[in-house]
């Protein structure tokens, strides 16, 4: 890319920047919360490419002034030390260009969101549930890893084991836009635990990971959600399954129907719960834009059908394959104790690449 095409685009994105940094200070945007959260946001998201601007404008004007030097300098010490210099500018010049590439990528606005995620047992019966539990052991492994909270809003174990289905709530730095690699369903190949003979078996869970909305995002009538309360189940004392803790919400215009038990405090729960509701009303919506978009990247099941098979863990070979790029990597067993970052740079990568070349950055 021209030099002069990247300048005039980041010239557009510091109008943007100081726009927004003047209406930020006016009374009408302070006294606007939705507004004001909204700037503020954008102002965050655009200042890493104000960062990599001012840098690259700082590395152009020493070339250009390396170069004028090279052509008037008659003094050969300081034409060496002009070429040695030109030669380390042009060398942090083009992977600056690449990184600024990148950066003007219109970001997803949903990416620096929390995350719910649910993973929940496919065909296989009760070894499906076990590789439920498997994967959710995984993930928490990651979050931990990440400094990022998990909570369990919901679940329903297995008979032998695992979880027939389980919601989480991840809050943290860019959890969506990190975790969202991770839905589609998730296949795994391996001699069962209640198989006597020694067969290899084929079963899946089916992983979706969707972003949190808030109350920013979308408001909830009262009058359209109707509240059950029942008695909890699980770990945390013989009070759990005496007191009316566990709170179920239907949403009565759409029919959507969540629940939460979290031990002995039904206030908690009905703010789980909410969250809960709200973000899946958020993604009727948002699941349209993901759709839109799907033709055009097939790195990304998350933005299109999640029940595409994206991923197989093939125990007696070792092996993880992540069909959406071709990769292959024979280090099951760190992967499943969720040392799962390098698959998801990779993605990020191919994602990346097929994004600039739509945008015709590239």
């Given at each position: 890319?021209?030099?002069?095409?990247?300048?005039e685009?980041?010239?557009?994105v510091?109008?943007r920047?100081?726009?927004i940094g003047r209406?930020?200070s006016e009374?009408?945007?302070?006294?606007d919360?939705?507004k004001?959260?909204?700037l503020?946001?954008?102002y965050?998201?655009?200042?890493p490419?104000?960062d990599?601007y001012?840098?690259?404008?700082?590395?152009?004007?020493?070339i250009?002034?390396?170069?004028?030097?090279?052509?008037?300098?008659?003094d050969?010490e300081?034409?060496?030390?002009?070429?040695?210099?030109?030669?380390?500018?042009?060398?942090?010049?083009?992977?600056l260009e690449?990184q600024?590439k990148?950066?003007?990528l219109?970001?997803?606005?949903?990416?620096?969101?929390?995350?719910?995620?649910?993973i929940?047992?496919g065909?296989?019966?009760?070894e499906?549930?076990i590789?439920?539990g498997?994967?959710?052991?995984?993930?928490?492994?990651y979050?931990?890893?990440?400094?990022?909270k998990v909570?369990?809003y919901?679940?329903?174990?297995?008979t032998?084991?695992?979880?027939?289905e389980?919601?989480?709530?991840?809050?943290?730095d860019?959890?969506?836009g990190?975790?969202k690699?991770?839905?589609?369903?998730?296949?795994?190949?391996?001699?069962?635990?209640t198989?006597?003979q020694?067969?290899?078996?084929?079963?899946?869970?089916?992983?979706a990971?969707?972003?949190?909305a808030?109350?920013?995002?979308i408001?909830?009538?009262?009058?359209?959600v109707?509240?059950?309360?029942?008695?909890?189940?699980g770990?945390?004392?013989?009070?759990?399954?005496?007191t009316y803790s566990?709170v179920r919400l239907?949403?009565?215009?759409?029919?959507?129907?969540?629940?939460?038990?979290?031990?002995k405090?039904?206030?908690?729960?009905?703010?789980?719960?909410?969250t809960?509701l709200?973000?899946r009303?958020?993604?009727?919506e948002?699941?349209k834009y993901?759709?839109e978009?799907?033709?055009?990247?097939r790195?990304?099941?998350?933005?299109?059908?999640?029940s595409?098979?994206i991923?197989?863990?093939n125990?007696?070979?070792g092996r993880m394959t992540d069909?959406?790029?071709?990769l292959?990597m024979?280090?099951?067993q760190?992967?499943i104790d969720g040392n799962?970052?390098?698959i998801?740079?990779k993605?990020?990568?191919?994602?990346?690449?097929?994004?600039?070349?739509?945008s015709?950055l590239n």
């Amino acid at each position: 890319m021209k030099n002069n095409l990247i300048v005039e685009k980041l010239e557009g994105v510091k109008n943007r920047f100081d726009e927004i940094g003047r209406q930020i200070s006016e009374p009408d945007s302070m006294a606007d919360m939705k507004k004001f959260v909204k700037l503020s946001k954008e102002y965050k998201e655009l200042t890493p490419i104000i960062d990599a601007y001012k840098e690259y404008k700082n590395i152009l004007s020493n070339i250009n002034n390396a170069k004028e030097i090279l052509s008037s300098e008659k003094d050969e010490e300081m034409r060496e030390m002009a070429k040695a210099e030109l030669d380390d500018l042009n060398g942090r010049l083009e992977p600056l260009e690449e990184q600024i590439k990148i950066l003007l990528l219109p970001a997803d606005p949903q990416d620096e969101k929390n995350a719910v995620i649910e993973i929940r047992a496919g065909t296989g019966g009760d070894e499906a549930s076990i590789f439920a539990g498997d994967l959710y052991r995984m993930y928490n492994k990651y979050c931990e890893q990440m400094g990022w909270k998990v909570e369990i809003y919901d679940f329903t174990e297995g008979t032998v084991g695992g979880f027939k289905e389980i919601i989480l709530h991840v809050k943290g730095d860019g959890v969506y836009g990190i975790m969202k690699y991770e839905s589609g369903v998730h296949r795994v190949q391996r001699v069962p635990q209640t198989e006597t003979q020694g067969r290899i078996h084929t079963s899946a869970a089916s992983v979706a990971v969707l972003p949190e909305a808030d109350e920013v995002d979308i408001q909830v009538k009262q009058d359209d959600v109707r509240i059950d309360r029942f008695c909890s189940s699980g770990p945390g004392g013989q009070s759990v399954n005496t007191t009316y803790s566990a709170v179920r919400l239907t949403h009565i215009p759409t029919g959507i129907v969540v629940q939460c038990q979290d031990q002995k405090s039904q206030l908690k729960n009905l703010d789980k719960a909410m969250t809960e509701l709200r973000t899946r009303l958020y993604n009727l919506e948002y699941q349209k834009y993901l759709d839109e978009i799907a033709s055009k990247r097939r790195t990304m099941v998350s933005t299109g059908d999640r029940s595409a098979k994206i991923r197989t863990y093939n125990y007696p070979q070792g092996r993880m394959t992540d069909h959406r790029i071709n990769l292959t990597m024979y280090n099951l067993q760190s992967i499943i104790d969720g040392n799962i970052q390098e698959i998801i740079d990779k993605l990020q990568m191919a994602e990346n690449a097929e994004r600039l070349k739509a945008s015709g950055l590239n």
